[in-house]
RNA sequence: ACCCGAGUGGUGGAAUUGGUAGACACGCAGGACUUAAAAUCCUGUGGCUAGUAAUAGCUGUACGGGUUCAACUCCCGUCUCGGGUACCA
């Protein structure tokens, strides 16, 4: 009757996806006591050239895990939804005229067909799609929950944001600093007090909100893209070039929301330890979060304008080069007396102390500290602030105090005082003064030629080799420090550093540029003073955008010192050759004051404590990554459900929600950075003075949670049931390119964090393991066109004439040979061509590309349904080689898995095509075979090695034909574990075995160890390491026996030649070694 | 430049914690069936040397060293390819 013809497998596959929607055999319920299993595909960009080859890879893979869940007992969520927000479809809207709506619909109609043709178990009606307004709805009420929620740092979680609004009524922000640290308030205060935020005006009190709000509102540095009239994420510049269209990129400040994922970054980094990714896919995330480890140095400046024209000035009492503590002399007499004062506080020293240290108010205390001659009851070096604790008070005390006070301020010390009665009866009084004091700038600050610069360095051990300092040409005290003879140098510099653009830059990384400002800074360990100078390759974003130049141990420092004809201190002896520096951490340190023979490694620490106990210095951790614009200047897009009053934006009412896209046919940009909505006066304006936003989120928002609507697609009072979400968890398994590695899923897990914090979710990492299959890449084939002729030559003549190398179709090329006539009907162009051939042929050239329509490589996986059907293409690409590795598409052993299939078929058929299977008990060495194989394909499928299972199947099948096998007992268990694989096929077979219920609800049949136990092992015995002969030997045999067995054997004797054996290796059951 | 990953027959690729390198498949060669072809089935197939042959020996996992009774697997160095980052101090 039926043989397993390419005319059947069209019939049974069509039959069997009928059947399969009609019964909703992929329905999935949330309500059920089996256990969960939840595997994810990446959804994928509804792109109108439809699926290739290498589109499937992964949802096999993932749909073999998910079958194979099933008839292991699991309730599986296997869902399928569309990212269909985006770029393209909006580009072919301007280019076409057709509304991105229908577009996308149309392109999702196509990917849908191609999907149902492979036979996937999708539950379709848990299908979402991002550009659905019930959808974003949701995506627009979670951006809505990052607006009112901010991260509180001592926690480590993200909050409320009226939690901080209380914090502010009740303390201010002493305990939560500006996230950004260079934000200051009108005022110029970056901390403020209670009674401060509540004399604020609301406008101000939302400004300053904004600054902590996790989605925020500011103005930022972008990547403006003029061709595309919009703004791009990091990722989506490659080399200053858009990577949509490789369009010119520059960098703009323009007002746009953002999230503030730099907050989460410690717990984006520590939560790769808890999750499944590969090393690789781990790395990137962690080089992209870039943590370093390091000091932030204070560095003094001398006094303007030049160090020259300063002379010999020096403080009165303190001299001033140790004008942060005290000279040595008197240090060392006075330290004892501190130190026993230290011991004995009154007790209104120690309370206020207690208040103070650990940086409670944000800055280093230090009591009992040295000062000149003096010893002052408690100080704060970083801001020059003393404060003194009186007793009470005689006439003599008040005199001596007075001068005392006079000399500090001399040296630009503020004294504050306060009684004992103060401190202890209103302690929150005296720490707000202090606060004041402490916020308001000192008079050294204020450009007398006292500023401070800040550098960040993870190499404080080479502080003695710093020869100079480096500012961002963008860092605020360039303006401050420049000399008047430097002035115009630095304006002539900062012009052009302006006129580069970002291509620029890029092209010309390593150009060596900048300039000298004429200002001067002070090493606080040997008091040199070293040139500071502004060059482009500091970075005004990272760090402190300020760097110390240690040319010695830093390559660029290097160049730079070079360049500049910088002198270059060598503090790491042999290991500097003076050609090229050496960022070695092994050398012992010269040159280097107290730490000269000290290794690099070490020297930190003592570094970083003793820049701690001066005040001048602290430890410091940065990243690389920044927060993450979220505004886009484009149509198809959520819009931000917020509305502008007096220029801030508040949060829609939830009620109102979702804020639907307008619907327009003007999609061009509306110029002056504004999106396509910018043209919708109506929408845009809905009162006097109330605004929308006229931006949409990027697409990385609809992606950044849709795992979750899977749960409970059809809720309309949440996102998602809190049951459901609890039940469903997780993501047990997650499969997508490895494009994705960085933004999306830092955003998917951003999302999950913040959504955990609040109280959402019970899990804060979306992904329980990751797997990143490998690009199928294009096998191209091209034809070689002889210059100025309608002449085609063959691959291996082509050196004789002048040619063009021409992408042909891969579709009329069999193998590399070309087939001529199908070219010249290929494109009218080529309709007259003549072909100069080899051998009567004529073989093409081939390369490895990506596989793209405009290479003419692409294989679409209808042509290969069509010939041999979808469960060998399933079975083939999963043969093709590990899934996590890159392979060119090339169908050459397609006939394998084929011929595998049908001799599947042909076990229970007989020649005739009638079902003929025997209902005896197999044999002992059949049940072997089966549960060898059952055994291998659930290893398999557990490690995601499932080129092997597909090999272990035609090794069953095989043995199995050998043995004449046609037993209901063996077949039955085997079509179950073939079902993920080759699930029509499967099906099919399961119903001529007399099964009226689906294969899918089947159980997968229990491996039995007690059929696998052998009871011999064929031993090979190696000479010397190699393999000379095989024996066969029982498992339980003692040592002793095997040795005795294998000396006696024919052959051993041949190689000892009667000499006794130096050594004789026995590891039981695996091998036997002779060493003579 | 830096950080990962990989390199095994003509090809895609196998090889538990170091324990028979090349499973499985393609391709190729030979054979069976056939008037013939296709399809199917059977046999062989890393390289070299010797032998009519069964077989025996040598060699072999990018290259050069090392550790070990034993290395595709571990360590050091070199080369090539792929991915990531791109002046991140």
């Known amino acids: 009757m039926a043989d397993y013809s390419k005319e059947e497998i069209k019939k049974i596959e069509e039959k069997w996806q009928q059947k399969w929607r009609k019964d909703e055999v992929y329905k999935v319920s949330n309500d059920t006591t089996k256990p969960k299993y939840y595997a994810l595909d990446m959804f994928p960009y509804p792109s109108g050239a439809g699926l290739h080859v290498g589109h499937p890879l992964g949802y096999i893979a993932t749909d073999i895990v998910a079958r194979f869940k099933r008839v292991k007992g699991f309730n599986v969520l296997h869902p399928m939804g569309y990212d269909a927000f985006g770029l393209p479809a909006e580009q072919y809207a301007i280019e076409h005229g057709v509304h991105p709506a229908i577009s996308t619909a149309k392109n999702i109609e196509t990917f849908r067909s191609q999907l149902d043709r492979i036979g996937f178990c999708y539950d379709w009606s848990r299908e979402v799609r991002t550009c659905d307004p019930n959808y974003y709805k949701w995506t627009q009420w979670i951006f809505l929950q990052l607006f009112d929620s901010w991260f509180n740092r001592s926690l480590q979680k993200a909050e409320r944001i009226e939690q901080l609004v209380a914090t502010f009524e009740k303390e201010g922000n002493s305990s939560h600093p500006f996230p950004n640290a260079k934000y200051q308030l009108p005022s110029g205060a970056t901390e403020f007090t209670a009674t401060d935020w509540k004399s604020l005006d609301e406008k101000t009190q939302q400004e300053v909100l904004m600054q902590y709000r996790l989605a925020y509102l500011a103005y930022t540095d972008v990547n403006w893209c003029e061709a595309l009239g919009t703004v791009l994420a990091n990722d989506e510049v490659i080399n200053g070039v858009s990577y949509r269209g490789g369009h010119p990129v520059v960098k703009r400040q323009m007002r746009q929301w953002s999230l503030r994922i730099t907050e989460y970054a410690e717990r984006l980094l520590k939560g790769l330890n808890e999750v499944d990714y590969s090393e690789s896919m781990k790395d990137i995330q962690r080089n992209w979060i870039g943590r370093s480890e390091g000091a932030k140095i204070h560095f003094n400046l001398t006094p303007n304008p030049s160090p020259q024209e300063r002379g010999a000035i020096s403080g009165k009492g303190i001299a001033q080069d140790h004008v942060f503590t005290t000279d040595e002399k008197s240090w060392s007499s006075l330290k004892e007396y501190a130190r026993e004062n230290r011991k004995n506080p009154t007790e209104a020293e120690d309370k206020l102390w207690q208040a103070l240290r650990n940086k409670s108010t944000g800055y280093k205390f ?126 002539q510099y900062l012009s052009y550093v302006e006129s580069r653009s970002e291509i620029d830059r890029m092209a010309e990384v390593k150009k060596i540029t900048g300039c000298f400002t004429g200002a001067y800074a002070i090493n606080p360990f040997n008091q040199r003073e070293v040139p500071i100078w502004i060059s482009e390759y500091v970075l005004a974003g990272y760090g402190t955008g300020a760097i110390m130049g240690v040319p010695c141990g830093d390559d660029r420092d290097h ?55 001066m005040g001048i210095g602290e430890r410091q951790v940065n990243y690389k990554m920044r927060d993450a614009g979220w505004s886009r200047q484009r149509y198809w897009g959520e819009p931000f459900p917020v509305v502008f009053k007096d220029d801030m ?44 936003d006229s931006n949409t989120m990027p697409t990385h928002a609809g992606a950044a949670w849709y795992f979750l609507r899977y749960m409970d697609p059809h809720n309309e009072t949440e996102f ?181 299939l049908r001799k599947f078929w042909n076990m229970m058929h007989d020649s005739e095509g009638n079902v003929k299977l025997s209902d005896t008990e197999p044999t002992k060495e059949e049940l072997k075979v089966l549960h060898k194989t059952l055994k291998k394909i659930e290893q398999d499928i557990d490690n995601f090695s499932f080129n092997t299972s597909v090999s272990e199947f035609m090794i069953c099948i095989n043995e199995l034909n050998a043995l004449k096998c046609n037993k209901r007992a063996v077949i039955e268990p085997l079509v179950v574990a073939l079902s993920p694989f080759a699930p029509h096929v499967a099906e099919e077979l399961w119903e001529k075995l007399g099964h009226s219920d689906t294969v899918l609800n089947a159980t997968y049949h229990k491996v039995e160890e007690k059929f696998l136990v052998e009871s011999s092992f064929e031993y090979p015995i190696s000479i010397n390491g190699k393999v000379r002969a095989k024996m066969n030997m029982a498992l339980d045999m003692p040592k002793e026996d095997i040795q005795k067995q294998v000396m006696a054997s024919e052959i051993v004797q041949k190689w000892t030649e009667g000499k006794t054996p130096k050594k004789v290796i026995i590891v039981p059951g695996k091998i036997v070694n002779v060493v003579l």
């Not at 809190?722 to 955003?747: C, F, M």
Request: charged share 25%; hydrophobic share 35%.
């Open 649 to 692: 934006p508040y949060a829609m009412n939830e009620k109102d929600l979702p804020l639907e896209l307008p619907d327009t046919n003007q999609f061009k940009s509306s110029g002056n950075g504004e999106g396509p909505l910018a043209n919708l006066q109506d929408w845009i304006n809905i009162g006097p003075n109330e605004k929308r």
């Open 366 to 491: 230090r009591r009992q500290h040295a000062i000149g001659q003096f010893i002052v009851d408690l100080v704060c070096i970083n801001k020059k602030l003393v404060i003194e604790i009186d007793g009470s008070i005689h006439e003599n005390q008040k005199r001596e105090d007075q001068e005392r006070e006079q000399l500090l301020n001399e040296d630009g010390f503020r004294v504050i005082r306060f009684n004992n009665e103060d401190v202890l009866n209103n302690l929150n009084e005296v720490l707000a003064k202090i606060k004041a004091e402490l916020t308001t700038p000192s008079p050294v600050e204020r450009g007398t030629g006292g500023e401070v610069i800040t550098v960040f360095t993870t190499r404080p051990d080479t502080i003695f080799g710093v020869d100079f300092m480096v500012l961002a040409p963008e860092h605020d005290l360039v303006k401050k420090i420049t000399t008047s003879e430097q002035q115009h140098e630095v304006d």
């Open 720 to 900: 998602a049931s809190k049951e459901a979400l609890d039940y469903w968890n997780q993501v047990d398994v997650y499969v997508g390119g490895s494009e994705h590695a960085v933004a999306h899923l830092l955003y998917a897990r951003l999302w999950t964090k913040a959504l955990h914090d609040l109280g959402y979710l019970n899990f804060d990492e979306p992904f329980k393991k990751l797997i990143n299959q490998g690009k199928i890449t294009g096998d191209s084939r091209f034809v070689y066109r002889v210059r100025g002729k309608n002449q085609f030559v063959s691959s291996g003549l082509k050196d004789q004439y002048e040619t063009d190398a021409l992408h042909v179709d891969v579709n009329i090329v069999e193998g590399l040979e070309l087939d001529t006539e199908a070219f010249k009907k290929w494109k009218p162009d080529f309709a007259n061509a003549e072909f100069i051939l080899e051998d009567g042929k004529y073989i093409c050239g081939s390369a490895i590309e990506k596989m793209s329509k405009s290479y003419f490589n692409v294989i679409n996986p209808d042509r290969i349904i069509e010939n041999y059907g979808a469960d060998t293409l399933r079975m083939y690409e999963m043969f093709l080689g590990p899934l996590e590795q890159s392979k060119p598409w090339n169908t050459s052993g397609i006939d394998g898995v084929y011929k595998f």
């Open 559 to 613: 160049r730079f010192a070079k360049h500049f004809k910088i002198p270059i201190t060598n503090i790491i002896g042999e290991h500097y050759n003076g050609e090229e520096a050496n960022p070695t951490y092994e050398a012992i340190l010269t040159n280097s004051d107290f730490l000269n023979g000290i290794k690099m490694k070490p020297a930190m620490k003592v570094v970083i404590d003793k820049l701690v106990e």
